[in-house]
């Protein structure tokens, strides 16, 4: 069965620095999507993506943050200047055409931890 | 953001028995529901869903009930199995948006 794979499993990185985590989405998807969990929390939208442009994002989607589909396998959410509030789980999502009722097939999540 | 509560952090029965899991929400422009599951170190899983004009959708072992005028939503496991075992979520998405909406979570612990 098809899935989503994200890497890596586990980033740390220094406060300040830029992180890219990175995700391949179902080859036959098009909606693209970024959640994060930070540790006993829901888990959060961040970000969603469709034909090459942001969808919608929440209010945690600050300047910082930005997500790329540099060719066509590859989903990226890059953090500029990390910190340590941005210590979670975070999880890439996608889904295939259709009504958006259709569900989200989430990868594994890479772990990032900040330090 | 609380349109999605689930109530009970956890659950534990035995195996056999019927595993309920409660979810209720707020936003009534919700149209369609999820239920994931989550192992450790694992990303979620799709489980189960149902749109809002349905009060019922069954696969197998688990069934999605939705009660529209009391903004609840349960999920049912019968026969509940040791490998069930997991943290369940909840989740809600309106047709004007993909985002979900995700509860808290709830534990399910199914002891042999």
């Known amino acids: 069965e098809p899935e989503v794979t994200q890497t890596p499993s586990h980033q740390v990185t220094q406060m300040g620095q830029e992180v890219i985590l990175r995700c391949v989405p179902i080859s036959n998807h098009l909606y693209f999507y970024w959640y994060r969990q930070i540790l006993g929390q829901k888990v959060e939208f961040l970000v969603s993506?469709?034909?090459?442009?942001?969808?919608?994002k929440s209010e945690i989607f600050d300047d910082q943050f930005s997500v790329e589909r540099p060719d066509g396998s590859n989903f990226t959410l890059k953090i500029r200047s990390t910190k340590l509030e941005d210590s979670a789980m975070y999880f890439c999502?996608?889904?295939?055409?259709?009504?958006?009722?259709?569900?989200?097939?989430f990868g594994d999540g890479t772990r990032l931890s900040i330090l | 953001d609380q349109q999605v509560k689930q109530n009970s952090p956890s659950l534990s029965v035995q195996e056999g028995r019927i595993s309920i899991l409660n979810c209720d929400y707020t936003n009534s422009m919700f149209d369609y529901f999820l239920w994931y599951k989550k192992y450790p170190a694992e990303g979620p899983t799709f489980l189960i869903s149902i749109s809002s004009i349905k009060d019922k959708n069954e696969d197998g072992r688990f069934t999605v009930f939705l009660n529209k005028s009391a903004k609840h939503l349960s999920l049912h496991i019968v026969p509940s199995q040791p490998g069930d075992s997991a943290v369940y979520f909840c989740?809600?998405?309106?047709?004007?948006?993909?985002?979900?909406?995700f509860g808290q979570g709830t534990t399910l612990q199914v002891k042999p």
């Open positions: 989740a809600a998405i309106s047709s004007n948006t993909g985002k979900l909406i």
């Open positions: 999502a996608s889904r295939g055409q259709g009504l958006s009722q259709q569900p989200q097939h």
């Open positions: 993506f469709y034909n090459n442009e942001i969808s919608e």
